[in-house]
């Protein structure tokens, strides 16, 4: 064990300045043209079958077994993984990224895992790729949500502290001395603590005894938008209000105590590098982690993707499911729609509501694996399978998840139609009756997270909906044209922010079919 107080002011300062060294080695050529960049989102899913049912609210502020890609089966491995110690010091960073044209996060984070306490020295080199001037950047904080969460240590701009910061709700705003121009990059150092929370039902963020879940748990830049400004909006109790530019991470993990490390799922692979763990992920939206003594893990693999499942005892069975249709989403969404873009695709039990996604990461609801009766027609396999598209709408494809939730929500609802379509067609019918029809959906597909009254309104509207003029608009201009567009849509936006209007300018593209009368009927805003 060693001793975790807040490192001296030398040390410290050699720290910031190692990390300074590194963040500045990142920095683009300000030639560089600006390229669009795009967020990520945590959307709520609809499980229960009763329409009257309540709208779930973040506490804290907060029957064929399908066939289709042939895959090794998935070994189970009910034991706790090795401690979690080794990175290299912060003199000797790992070697950085070459000329970054995305936000770039270097994180290390000492956990005192039976404390619930988080110790977090984290360098962003952000570079401006706006096209206009900043002034000031805008980070959101989200454990600033949650009561005693986020002690705000220090913060450095390009070595120099930085005292005249505001931090207001979620948001943290940071003049800066100089104006940094468009093509130019600014490097930050912030320190801080997280005192992490009780988790509760509705939330994924927070600890339970046997399990602790880091969501959502450093601040980040968010995107900019020259006509409006920083994205950041307000918290709402449905759809998620964050929106995210892609970004790529250095995530460094140490415990107080390496001896009882937890099992830990990330969206990266482990490379232990002296006592520290070291994650690379690249064009992601978060970073998120979930950890547990009490893990069991299902692994598999499909070409060079790893795919772990981890749940809890007693849900052998379910895990084992779940891995299995890992493998058989990115088996048929990396031909048909874009290559899956990350090392890892990871499904997590949680006690929580329904599911939520983050890249290369997602939470099921332990009530899905309780119900799970060995077929494919139940929510672990129907909300599963929706989770994981998800990095593709959304993690891959990003949007503005509080303005036009449409975009990867209605995509990710008929994507599981598309998933039961290739890999078990018997069950179709099926799942238009139990995943969209029953609940009679209505309301405009472009509604916004803030004016669609209430939860069953907006899932009904975004979700439901949007999957029912998706399969009308299929109807309409045909299978070769609708595939040829959505793979053209994935390609076009990978890794940015897509919006209403790029999604009907590439369809356009692809058909010469007059679909203004399903615009009319479905949208309240023309396009």
Not at 25 to 36: D, E, K, N, R, V
Not at 79 to 95: F, H, K, R
């Amino acid at each position: 064990m060693f001793n975790v107080q807040r490192l001296t002011f030398n040390v410290l300062r050699n720290t910031q300045y190692a990390i300074l060294i590194l963040l500045s080695a990142c920095s683009p050529t300000p030639s560089l043209p600006p390229t669009p960049t795009a967020p990520h989102g945590m959307p709520f899913l609809i499980v229960t079958r009763n329409p009257n049912a309540s709208p779930q609210t973040p506490i804290g502020l907060d029957t064929a077994t399908p066939t289709f890609p042939p895959t090794d089966a998935p070994t189970l491995t009910p034991s706790s993984l090795p401690p979690t110690s080794a990175i290299p010091s912060v003199e000797t960073p790992a070697t950085p990224i070459s000329s970054s044209a995305r936000p770039y996060y270097l994180i290390y984070a000492t956990i005192d895992y039976d404390n619930h306490h988080v110790l977090v020295d984290e360098a962003i080199a952000y570079p401006n790729r706006t096209g206009v001037t900043l002034n000031e950047l805008v980070l959101a904080v989200e454990p600033m949500l949650y009561a005693n969460a986020f002690l705000l240590t220090s913060i450095s701009v390009n070595g120099v502290a930085s005292t005249n910061y505001s931090l207001e709700t979620h948001r943290l705003t940071i003049p800066l001395s100089s104006p940094l121009p468009s093509g130019g990059q600014v490097n930050l150092v912030i320190q801080f603590e997280l005192n992490v929370p009780v988790k509760q039902k509705g939330n994924t963020f927070g600890w339970l005894d046997y399990q602790t879940n880091l969501t959502e748990w450093y601040p980040f830049v968010v995107p900019f938008d020259p006509s409006t400004g920083w994205v950041l909006y307000d918290f709402m109790p449905w759809g998620e209000h964050l929106t995210y530019d892609s970004a790529d991470f250095e995530v460094n993990l140490r415990f107080t105590d390496p001896s009882s490390a937890p099992i830990i799922a990330a969206p990266a692979l482990p490379d232990p590098v002296g006592e520290w763990t070291r994650y690379t992920l690249n064009g992601a939206r978060t970073f998120a982690l979930s950890m547990s003594r009490e893990f069991l893990v299902a692994e598999s693999a499909v070409g060079s993707v790893q795919v772990r499942s981890y749940y809890f005892a007693g849900h052998e069975d379910a895990g084992a499911k779940l891995s299995y249709v890992a493998t058989q989403v990115v088996g048929l969404f990396d031909p048909l729609i874009a290559p899956y873009p990350y090392p890892v695709i990871n499904v997590v039990e949680l006690d929580y509501n329904d599911g939520m996604e983050f890249d290369g990461l997602c939470f099921l609801s332990s009530t899905f694996y309780d119900g799970y009766d060995g077929t494919s027609q139940n929510n672990l396999v129907v909300l599963g399978s929706h989770e994981m598209m998800h990095n593709w709408w959304f993690g891959l494809v990003g949007n503005d998840q509080a303005m036009e939730p449409w975009l990867d929500e209605a995509l990710s609802v008929y994507s599981e139609r598309i998933f039961f379509e290739y890999t078990n067609p018997g069950i179709v019918d099926w799942w238009w009756r139990f995943r969209v029809n029953y609940f009679k959906p209505r309301g405009y597909v472009d509604s916004t997270i803030y004016n669609s009254g209430n939860f069953r309104d907006y899932t009904d509207a975004v979700y439901f909906n949007g999957a029912t003029f998706l399969e009308d608009l299929r109807v309409r201009i045909g299978d070769q044209a609708f595939f040829a567009f959505i793979k053209e849509y994935a390609g076009q936006m990978s890794y940015r922010r897509a919006s209403s209007d790029d999604f009907f300018r590439i369809l356009r593209d692809h058909t010469t079919k007059d679909f203004s009368d399903l615009i009319a009927a479905y949208f309240a805003e023309g396009h």
